[in-house]
Antibody, heavy 118, light 111 residues
Framework: QVQLQESGPGLVKPSETLSLTCTVS????????WSWIRQPAGKGLEWIGR???????NYNPSLKSRVTMSVDTSKNQFSLKLSSVTAADTAVYYC????????????WGQGTLVTVSS | QSALTQPASVSGSPGQSITISCTGT?????????VSWYQQHPGKAPKLMIY???NRPSGVSNRFSGSKSGNTASLTISGLQAEDEADYYC???????????FGGGTKLTVL
């Protein structure tokens, strides 16, 4: 069973860059799509983007100018960077596996809360 | 504002059936059979319950079923149980920007 675990700072200052890493265990990260999704407190889910293990990416148009995703197959990890953060970026951030053939998120990490505050 | 529209809340008594709707457009729900449903309990990660409009992943109870008509998809839960109380989100592929969009979520209360 594939398991995902997010890691990174829980507090980021406004205007700085949010950086998170997702470690995949129980399976290889190769030849698969991986995604980031976020959820502000009490609100719905927002897809941030996805990355294939080749490094190919697709981002949510509303966040595209601030998002960078990368993958490290040697460590079975993929990462998210979100620049110029504001309080509106405060949310629980989830990493998830993404099945491209049917557009589903089948395995999820437990989520990590990132607060943007000075 | 979410791309897909769901009712904010629904409720039902144990043993009853409820249906949650998810309305989109011809660019997403209506145009593709890539509608999924996720269940989220408080403080937990979402869990995939339905994919491809009406298919259940292994291990998901057959009390959960999905369907679609036009631009609206639906999730039906039959024989409601207390453990079904959770938030439910629909998602769909959208050709307008070639990615996945979510509904705003529906809180299910089991009375």
């Amino acid at each position: 069973q594939v398991q995902l675990q997010e890691s990174g700072p829980g507090l980021v200052k406004p205007s700085e860059t949010l950086s998170l890493t997702c470690t995949v265990s129980g399976g290889s990260i190769s030849s698969y799509y991986w995604s980031w999704i976020r959820q502000p407190a009490g609100k719905g889910l927002e897809w941030i983007g996805r990355i294939y293990t080749s490094g190919s990416t697709n981002y949510n148009p509303s966040l595209k100018s601030r998002v960078t995703m990368s993958v490290d197959t040697s460590k079975n990890q993929f990462s998210l960077k979100l620049s110029s953060v504001t309080a509106a970026d405060t949310a629980v951030y989830y990493c998830a596996s993404f099945e491209d053939y049917n557009q589903t998120f089948d395995y999820w990490g437990q989520g990590t809360l990132v607060t943007v505050s000075s | 504002q979410s791309a897909l529209t769901q009712p904010a809340s629904v409720s039902g008594s144990p043993g009853q059936s409820i249906t949650i709707s998810c309305t989109g457009t011809s660019s997403d729900v209506g145009g593709y059979n890539y509608v999924s449903w996720y269940q989220q309990h408080p403080g937990k990660a979402p869990k995939l319950m339905i994919y491809d409009v009406s298919n259940r992943p292994s291990g998901v109870s057959n009390r959960f079923s999905g369907s679609k008509s036009g631009n609206t998809a639906s999730l039906t839960i039959s024989g409601l149980q207390a453990e079904d109380e959770a938030d439910y989100y629909c998602s769909s592929y959208t050709s307008s920007s070639f990615h996945v969009v979510f509904g705003g979520g529906t809180k299910l209360t089991v009375l």
